[in-house]
């Protein structure tokens, strides 16, 4: 009865281990999207990813001047690749630099981190719609406690 039990417990272990671990998503909707975050002393960092494979990447240091490049890019089992970097013409204008090199990286939880120097922290990115989701989710909550303390 004993190896009845764990042949049972084994096989229910082997269909259940796939709904566990899905399948690296390779598509690129994974990413694709507008993303957004900050980093240190103000900075605001700003990608949009399209499915095509193509995206922007927009850096403020602070000063309201932009860092800006076009970029190719790749899903590669859930990690973002960056296959290719055209910075952006410098514009006086627009008040546009050109950014010549970055790393992008797949953090926690559907988060990039974006840098672009040594000197920078870098940016910690989510994406614009998860965001909203959250703070939706906490203006109700907010909302909820003061409705509470009302009612005292």
Excluded at 22 to 46: I, K, M, R, V
Excluded at 118 to 143: D, F, P, Y
């Amino acid at each position: 009865m004993r190896y009845f039990i764990g042949f049972i417990m084994f096989f229910a272990w082997l269909v259940t281990a796939d709904a566990l671990t899905p399948l690296p998503d390779n598509s690129p909707s994974f990413f694709s999207g507008e993303w957004a975050g900050t980093g240190e002393q103000g900075t605001y960092c700003y990608l949009n990813l399209s499915a095509d494979g193509w995206g922007w990447v927009l850096i403020d240091g602070g000063a309201g001047d932009w860092l800006g490049a076009r970029m190719q890019w790749r899903n590669r089992q859930q990690a973002l690749q960056v296959e290719k970097i055209i910075p952006l013409p410098t514009s006086t204008q627009l008040r546009v630099m050109p950014l010549g090199k970055f790393v992008l990286g797949s953090g926690f939880n559907q988060s990039l981190m974006l840098t672009w120097n040594e000197q920078s922290g870098g940016c910690q990115l989510q994406k614009i719609e998860t965001t909203a989701r959250h703070l939706i989710r906490a203006r109700s909550a907010i909302e909820s406690l003061l409705q509470r303390e009302r009612m005292r």
